[in-house]
């Protein structure tokens, strides 16, 4: 099984924005058979921090973590493993500042 680690940090979303965070793999042949998420402050002060993640899904070669709500000032680290047909294991780790602009 391979593991291989990705790091992005993304624009600052709203407090009250619901947004889609989506991977998809190049190849159409590849098929994600589960996925999940986890959070963390990385900036910030959230009790909740879990309270940000919406619903996760997959279809054929993507996979989406919905994100909402969040608190002003608060940096959130998302990291979302998806695990394809073959066995193979990916973990994507974003960064999501929230901000009320």
């Known amino acids: 099984m391979s593991n291989i680690y990705h ?28 996925c999940s998420s986890t959070v963390t402050v990385v900036e910030g002060k959230d009790d ?25 000032g608060v940096t959130y680290k998302i990291k979302t493993a998806a695990t394809l047909g073959d066995g193979s294991k990916f973990v994507y780790t974003v960064l999501l500042p929230v901000v009320s602009l």
Do not use: C, Y
């Not at 190049?26 to 994600?32: G, K, Q, R, S, T």
């Not at 309270?51 to 994100?67: E, H, K, R, Y």
């Open 7 to 34: 790091a992005h940090r993304l624009m600052p979303k709203e407090p009250t924005e619901i947004i889609p965070i989506k991977w998809e793999f190049d190849d159409p042949a590849i098929v994600v058979t589960a």
């Open 48 to 72: 909740s921090p879990t309270s940000i993640l919406g619903a996760v899904a997959f279809a054929a070669n993507t996979f989406t973590q919905v994100v909402q709500n969040g608190l002003h």
